[in-house]
């Protein structure tokens, strides 16, 4: 038992962090051995699976990324951007593989991370589902397949919590479909229309978020053109699907070179 690699949950009392330790527990191919939230946080201290509702798990609650990280193999982490900046560093300076769900990261974020990823091994996924990753691949050949009388809307609905947009799911699939026709996504990108917008520009990819109660995340991408339409689709109804996607990550990085990877790699989707 104590042979398999031991991981870290940040967020521990989050919507993902409680199904990361739920996963992690009933994996059997892992063990959770560090649970960390923020400072000033009512779970400090206390047995995370009591915490949660159920039988203790043996592993307190700490505010101590540093002390938390030396003896981990990884490190499983969906909190918020600031946060997932100071525990790259961290991660890398402990040599633990750093799984990142996190959304919602500016320019200046992630190059902070690209850095940290000179030290260790980083994976980072707008969306760890396989469904979605597979839906990657997808946008982009379509994409890549309809020219531009084919307009390209992304649409994505999510729980009424949620605090970016558009979605880090949805940018992943407008990249998608921004390299599969060879343009720049951010020349291209629509975000939202608010009134006199003026007319649809040919060639434009277009997000548009949707919030509400506890839609756990839905995205569809819309390729319209005069007569006929395509969808692609994908729905999440389990968060399960990104938490074990995410301790996937974690497993594969395991022995693995410095760099940054995404769950393309991960799958084994990727096309390069
Ligand atoms: N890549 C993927 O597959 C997925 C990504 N996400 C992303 O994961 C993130 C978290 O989502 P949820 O769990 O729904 O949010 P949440 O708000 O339920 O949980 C975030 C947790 O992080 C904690 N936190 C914030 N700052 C911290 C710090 N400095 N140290 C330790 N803990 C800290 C908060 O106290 C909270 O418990 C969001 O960015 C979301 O978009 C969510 C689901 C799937
Ligand atoms: O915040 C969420 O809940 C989710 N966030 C990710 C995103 O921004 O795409 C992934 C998933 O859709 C759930």
New binding site residues.
Partial sequence: MTDLPGIVVTGASG?MGQMLIRTIAESGRARLVGALERKGHDWIGRDVGEAMGGAALGVSVTDDALEAFANAHAVIDFTAPAATVEFAGIAAQARCVHVIGT?GMSEDDLSKVKAAARHAVVVRA??MSLGVNLLVQLTKKVAAALDEDFDIEVI?A??NQ?V?AP????LMLGQAAADGRGVDLDTVSDRGRDGITGKRERGHIGFHAIRGGDI??E?DVLFAATGERITLRHV?SDRAV?ARGALKAALWGQGRGPGEYDMLDVLGLSEN
């Avoid at 979605?167 to 949805?170: D, K, L, N, Q």
């Fill in positions: 919507r959304t707008g969306n994505e999510h729980h949620k970016d979605s880090g799911t949805a756990v995340g995205h999440a990104f």
